[in-house]
Nanobody, 121 residues
Framework: QVQLVESGGGSVQAGGSLRLSCVAS?????MGWFRQTPGKEREGVAA???????SYDDSVKGRFTISRDTAQNSVTLQMNSLKPEDTATYYC??????????????????WGQGTQITVSS
């Protein structure tokens, strides 16, 4: 069973930055980040297949950057210019294959436990 271990959650003021990391116990071709707030569906934030097939939700374009370290089986989400509406529980997701719709939950086989991000105004 593949395990995903997330780190880097926390609290920050609006305009600040945080970095999330996710390490997989095995190589995953597609890795991504989703987020969820109470009462809402989980939404895709950023994801990549391989090295260069990258997707971002419109709400984070220009502020968040996803990257991977293949040797470490890890993916990182650098979050800059954070806004209060970015407050959510963030989940790492992964699967062994490429995904066309990388920002949709469907297709991801493995999920992390979630880490809380709180952005205060």
């Amino acid at each position: 069973q593949v395990q995903l271990v997330e780190s880097g959650g926390g609290s920050v003021q609006a305009g600040g930055s945080l970095r999330l990391s996710c390490v997989a116990s095995d190589y995953m071709y597609t890795m991504g980040w989703f987020r969820q707030t109470p009462g809402k569906e989980r939404e895709g934030v950023a994801a990549l297949s391989g090295r260069n097939l990258i997707s971002y939700d419109d709400s984070v374009k220009g502020r968040f950057t996803i990257s991977r370290d293949t040797a470490q089986n890890s993916v990182t989400l650098q979050m800059n210019s954070l806004k209060p509406e970015d407050t959510a529980t963030y989940y790492c997701a992964a699967t062994e294959t490429t995904l066309v719709w990388r920002l949709r939950e469907r297709g991801y086989k493995y999920w992390g436990q979630g880490t809380q991000i709180t952005v205060s105004s």
